[in-house]
């Protein structure tokens, strides 16, 4: 369906197109136990921040990206039913990164990522050298 809706991609489709899963919730496991009902993707909530960032979104039109945009469900590896979550849970995602000190995870995942694949140059090295066509 996304592909049909937006034949030539964007944003979020190219991100997961290109990056493919990002974060993995084991990364997050120290934040978020596994005791109680199942709770909603830490990996997934990283990507919504990244998303949030990027379109300089609030939480509240996050989570309505997240419920009503056939391009998010698609990054996020939604079926186009997920009724998608609460505003505040991306409040509350957050301040567990803070209580965990993993305020900086997100990033250091996402450069890693993009170091590996040459897009970016790896801490402490230099920028890598533009391919010309």
Not at 56 to 64: E, F, I, V
Not at 73 to 82: F, I, P, R
């Amino acid at each position: 369906m996304a592909r049909a809706a937006f034949p030539k991609g964007c944003l979020a489709m190219r991100i997961r197109d290109g990056l493919g899963p990002l974060f993995q919730d084991e990364e997050f496991k120290e934040a978020f136990g596994a005791r109680g009902r199942p709770g909603i993707s830490p990996g997934r909530l990283a990507l919504v921040s990244i998303l949030q960032f990027a379109e300089n979104l609030t939480d509240r039109q996050a989570a309505h990206a997240v419920r009503a945009r056939i391009d998010v469900k698609y990054m996020l590896g939604m079926e186009l039913t997920d009724p998608g979550f609460d505003h505040t849970v991306l409040t509350a995602f957050r301040d567990r990164l803070l209580a965990h000190g993993l305020e900086e995870k997100i990033l250091d995942l996402l450069l890693e990522r993009l170091a590996g694949m040459g897009l970016v140059a790896p801490a402490g090295g230099s920028a890598p050298t533009p391919r010309m066509s």
